[in-house]
């Protein structure tokens, strides 16, 4: 029988090779075989995206390859997203708008946590990625949302974090809709630094600071 081990393995290296055909069978095998979706995304598919990027890092591989591996754990996520929703709770823990910042068009972490946050009861407005400061704040205040969550993978995107922070207090809004920050190169000194409410490691992180930030 094929354990779970086995099956992190696998979604792991189908990552690495940029085999998107391969790393939608794995999620597929591995959701029937009960396996966990998170547990999926962060034992199996998760590791293999951080190993690409690290050997993107250190100049052993190339965009193009970057690219196919972000395109299949795009279609992997868009798999487990969706079976993390159907199995989600239905009724409203809260309203929260989650964007990339903009000139920042690194999404698919975002993504894992827009979904847990929908599996977990919240209404989720998801604007996508390269989301304006402006168009956050604008969005938030028609959606009525009571958190603001922004992703930064970028050293050089991180200060739309500040900015926004800066905006929300100019237009009065600081207080009336708390905000978090996440993404790679985001820390919880930055979240302090910036006066934002919350930083979240993870999605998992994401949503037990979400719901301290609604109950608090
Ligand atoms: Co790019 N990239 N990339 N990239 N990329 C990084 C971030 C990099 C660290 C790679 C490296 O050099 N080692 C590096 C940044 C260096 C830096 O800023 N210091 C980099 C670079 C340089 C670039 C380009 C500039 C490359 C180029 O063009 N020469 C370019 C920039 C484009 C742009 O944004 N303007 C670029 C492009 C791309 C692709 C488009 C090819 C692709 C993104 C595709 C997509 O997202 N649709 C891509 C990818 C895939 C990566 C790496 C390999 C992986 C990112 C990822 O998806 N991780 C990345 C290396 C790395 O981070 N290890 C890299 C998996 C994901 C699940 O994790 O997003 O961290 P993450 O999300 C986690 C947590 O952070 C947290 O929860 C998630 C789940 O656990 N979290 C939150 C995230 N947001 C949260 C919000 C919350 C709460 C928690 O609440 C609001």
Do not use: C
């Amino acid at each position: 029988m094929t354990d779970k081990n086995e099956i992190f393995t696998k979604a792991q290296a189908a990552i690495e090779a940029g085999d998107t055909d391969e790393a939608v069978q794995v999620a597929k095998d591995g959701l029937a075989l009960g396996v966990n979706g998170i547990e999926l995304i962060n034992n199996g598919f998760i590791p293999g995206i951080n190993k690409v990027g690290d050997l993107f890092g250190e100049g052993q591989l190339f965009l193009p390859e970057l690219i196919m591996s972000a395109n299949a754990m795009q279609a992997v996520i868009e798999i487990i997203n969706k079976k993390l929703e159907k199995e989600g709770t239905k009724q409203t823990a809260g309203k929260v708008i989650l964007g990339t910042v903009e000139g920042d068009l690194h999404d698919i972490g975002k993504t894992i946590v827009v979904a847990l946050l929908k599996a977990n009861g919240f209404e989720v407005l998801d604007l996508g990625r390269d989301v304006s400061v402006d168009k956050f704040i604008e969005e938030a205040e028609t959606f009525g949302a009571d958190i603001i969550g922004t992703s930064a993978l970028l050293t050089t995107t991180m200060s739309v974090q500040k900015e926004l922070e800066e905006q929300l207090k100019a237009k009065g809004l600081k207080g009336k809709m708390k905000t978090i920050v996440g993404g790679a190169p985001v820390t919880e000194r930055w979240a302090k630094r910036i006066g934002a409410d919350a930083y979240a490691a993870d999605a998992t992180d994401g949503v037990r600071k979400i719901k301290e930030l609604m109950a608090g």
